[in-house]
């Protein structure tokens, strides 16, 4: 009996180098999430392994800010089969150094992989806010009713917006025009999104201004770039009402402006003309989304 033969471990038949794909919600806080594995073995050819549900973002930003986090990463995974690590298709998302690995297949290589890196795990329910603030959707429903009655229906949504030569769909209830410009050298076509900041807990206040908010709007600057106009609107609550003391108002405060250096940052990379309004009054919002829409 060869005895060598006993105790001789296998050879790693597989060899190559391996990117963890990261995403970036909000580029001003650089809160950073594992989602994907892109595995490339020694003959160039690439196998991705990606985050199989971001139901733990519901932890985080609600059933709907899982559901964009989802469309996010589907993109990165067609990004990585299409382009791989030679480009960068969004701010939102970045690839690690390459490094090298090895073992006895593919699948125990993404497997592996996937288990020390890929860690979202939600252990509790969605979190509630008992406090009766004015939520994203019943603003949108509140002054579209309004728009709807001036004019305006043609470029309101509540649908996602599928993006011209995209799979992208994004939560951006106004649009129209196209991507040209008039005569006059102004941009005609237009985005905008509309948002909540009525929110004491982190979690909410969050979602709708990073997720439901910055996210859609950069990814539109990032695909439609300078030929288009972009407008972020925000309701802020007045202080000392509705259960929203000083500390809680300075600190509402403090985000929204954080979001409009995140989404000035973007618009102003992409050479997108940028309108943010914030306020606690809803008339003057409304007045300012017609003026945009108006051009």
């Known amino acids: 009996m060869n005895w060598k033969n006993l105790i001789q471990t296998k050879p790693h038949r597989v060899k190559g180098y391996y990117h963890v794909i990261k995403f970036t919600p909000n580029l001003v806080a650089q ?9 490339t073995d020694s003959e160039n050819n690439r196998h991705i392994k990606m ?87 019943d603003l949108r429903q509140k002054i579209f009713s309004d728009l709807k009655k001036k004019q305006f229906e043609s470029a309101l949504h509540e649908a996602p917006i599928r993006l011209p030569s ?20 102004k941009k005609k076509h237009f985005f905008a999104t509309l948002i909540s900041a009525d929110f004491i807990k982190e979690a909410y206040l969050g979602y709708n201004l990073n997720t439901v908010g910055a996210m859609n709007i950069q990814t539109a600057c990032e695909i439609m770039g300078e030929r288009s106009r972009a407008g972020f609107f925000v309701y802020s609550p007045t202080p000392n009402e509705n259960g929203i003391g000083e500390t809680e108002y300075q600190h509402i405060t403090t985000h929204i402006d954080k979001t409009e250096k995140n989404v000035t940052f973007v618009a102003s990379r992409t050479n997108t003309t940028l309108h943010f309004k914030k306020s606690n009054n809803m008339e003057l919002l409304e007045d300012e989304m017609m003026n945009f829409m108006a051009g």
């Open 51 to 137: 985050l199989e549900n971001t139901k733990a973002f519901e932890c985080l930003y609600g059933k709907q800010g899982a559901i964009q986090v989802q469309n996010m990463v589907n993109y990165a995974e067609d990004m990585a089969n299409s382009l791989g690590d030679s480009l960068i298709p969004s701010p939102h998302l970045s690839y690690t150094t390459p490094i090298f690995t090895q073992g006895l297949t593919i699948q125990q290589i993404l497997s592996g992989l996937y288990q020390d890196y890929i860690l979202l795990n939600c252990a509790h329910g969605k979190p509630q806010d008992k406090r009766k603030a004015i939520n994203t959707e």
């Open 166 to 185: 995209s799979d992208t769909e994004l939560d951006l209830p106004i649009w129209s025009g196209t991507a040209d410009e008039d005569l006059l050298g």
């Open 31 to 39: 809160e950073v999430f594992n989602i994907g594995i892109v595995f």
